[in-house]
């Protein structure tokens, strides 16, 4: 250092016709941030503020090791230390995001998640019923063979309240009839005119209103009578 110019031999002010050290050091700094950057947006997330990712380049990079002059240049990259560390189960359900998780800061979002009354979609993209929040889920019908009148369905995690629909519209778009409850069934003691046919509809009400599920063509449920 200094053989092009050394300052008056002040060495804040070397600098060297040579291509190493510092010069060398920041193209490789660079493009260990942007590739910490690349995977951190590409699995999901947020992208990293500059001192985040200063800080973790800093903490998983090799320590420097001591050379003929003093002063501080910094710990080497090391870019898989680093990765994995941009790979972590940020909210400790399980899942990082590279492994799935499309919404790391939330427990009850992540792949295989069961649909909870918590006011948000827990399932992740291609799963059945992403794009629907609170939505009740298994089977649902007229089960009991006491009963016949008695419609019922699985109860969601954290729900405490639900609501059914009737109508003589497979796409719920007439003559509907709902009923709100604190149970998992209704009674519907009426009987469909001869030759006509009744759907159902039910879902999640409190302490979070949800979908009623997704229709034939994998979109929420949306008709005149459920609006």
């Not at 008056?8 to 050290?21: H, S």
């Not at 979002?109 to 979609?121: F, S, W």
């Not at 089960?143 to 009148?149: A, C, E, G, I």
């Not at 998992?184 to 046919?197: K, M, N």
Request: aromatic share 8%; with cysteine; hydrophobic share 30%.
């Amino acid at each position: 250092y200094g053989d092009a110019f050394d300052g008056g031999g002040d060495p804040n002010q070397y600098y060297t016709g040579l291509f190493n050290g510092t010069s060398s050091a920041a193209p490789m700094i660079a493009g260990a941030a942007a590739i910490i950057q690349g995977v951190q947006v590409g699995c999901g997330g947020l992208p990293l503020a500059p001192s985040a990712v200063r800080d973790l380049l800093v903490s998983t990079g090799s320590p420097q090791v001591a050379g003929p002059y003093p002063g501080n240049i910094g710990p080497r990259p090391d870019l898989a230390a680093a990765l994995a560390e941009v790979d972590i189960d940020n909210d400790s359900d399980g899942w990082a995001e590279c492994a799935g998780d499309c919404d790391d800061a939330v427990t009850s979002t992540h792949p295989g998640a069961t649909e909870v009354n918590d006011g948000l979609d827990n399932q992740c993209p291609g799963e059945s019923g992403f794009g629907s929040v609170d939505e009740t889920s298994g089977n649902s019908g007229f089960h009991n063979p006491s009963d016949k009148d008695e419609y019922s369905w699985s109860a969601q995690a954290g729900a405490t309240g639900y609501q059914v629909e009737r109508s003589t519209s497979p796409g719920f778009t007439a003559d509907c009839t709902r009923w709100d409850t604190a149970a998992t069934l209704i009674r519907d003691v009426a009987t469909p005119p001869s030759g006509q046919a009744w759907f159902y509809l039910n879902r999640s009400l409190t302490p979070n209103s949800g979908s009623w599920g997704m229709d034939s063509d994998g979109n929420a449920r949306v008709g005149s009578c459920l609006q």
